[in-house]
T-cell receptor, first 109, second 115 residues
Framework: DAKTTQPTSMDCAEGRAANLPCNHS???????VYWYRQIHSQGPQYIIH???NNETNEMASLIITEDRKSSTLILPHATLRDTAVYYC??????????FGPGTSLSVIP | KAGVTQTPRYLIKTRGQQVTLSCSPI?????VSWYQQTPGQGLQFLFE???????NKGNFPGRFSGRQFSNSRSEMNVSTLELGDSALYLC??????????????FGQGTRLTVV
């Protein structure tokens, strides 16, 4: 079965970088890897996506391994508002959308 | 501009009944996708519509169906409700293309409780 794996939870000190890993060996080589986050009781919010190269935007950086089997989302300076569940998402070669189980990130003052 | 609107926000139904949920995408967005979120299974893809056509479907039984109208608004229907259908149902809209090919904007969801 296609699946992605993520740590269940992580803590990060406020102001420090948060590094959230995801293993997604079953995501198709032609499909992007997406990262979304969900703050309690809200719909998921887009963060960043990438295909092969590393990507950076105003929210985060995304590092994708050369074999595309894993990626790491980096929040460079975590704030309390970054406390959320972070999902990595992709599609298989059969065009099925697959979600990781999500990592609950707690940013600690 | 207005975000994705889902109605109703909360719903309580009895086993065996059917339910219809509505999603109004962001103006100009032509793709709407639906997801089910439960504590046990997490986020799961239901289906995706683009220009009134279903483009992709997840692994859900035929009791789950949907449609999209010419104004891109979408509805999903669940017939013969089961207790296990209790979940947060989310819809997302994007400009075009297939689900998650472009950035998707999610609504707040409809929380369905089946009793």
């Amino acid at each position: 079965d296609a699946k992605t794996t993520q740590p269940t939870s992580m803590d990060c000190a406020e102001g420090r970088a948060a590094n959230l890993p995801c293993n997604h060996s079953t995501i198709s080589g032609n499909e992007y890897v997406y990262w979304y986050r969900q703050i309690h009781s809200q719909g998921p919010q887009y963060i960043i996506h990438g295909l092969k190269n590393n990507e950076t935007n105003e929210m985060a950086s995304l590092i994708i391994t050369e074999d595309r089997k894993s990626s790491t989302l980096i929040l460079p300076h975590a704030t309390l508002r970054d406390t959320a569940v972070y999902y990595c998402i992709g599609k298989t070669s059969y065009d099925k959308v697959i979600f990781g189980p999500g990592t609950s990130l707690s940013v600690i003052p | 501009k207005a975000g994705v609107t889902q109605t109703p926000r909360y719903l309580i139904k009895t086993r065996g009944q059917q339910v219809t949920l509505s999603c109004s995408p962001i103006s100009g967005h032509r793709s709407v996708s639906w997801y089910q979120q439960t504590p046990g299974q997490g986020l799961q893809f239901l289906f995706e519509y683009f220009s009134e056509t279903q483009r992709n479907k997840g692994n859900f039984p035929g009791r789950f169906s949907g449609r999209q109208f010419s104004n891109s608004r979408s509805e999903m229907n669940v017939s013969t409700l089961e207790l296990g259908d209790s979940a947060l149902y989310l819809c997302a809209s994007s400009l075009d293309g297939q689900a998650l090919r472009t950035e998707a904007f999610f609504g707040q969801g409809t929380r369905l409780t089946v009793v």
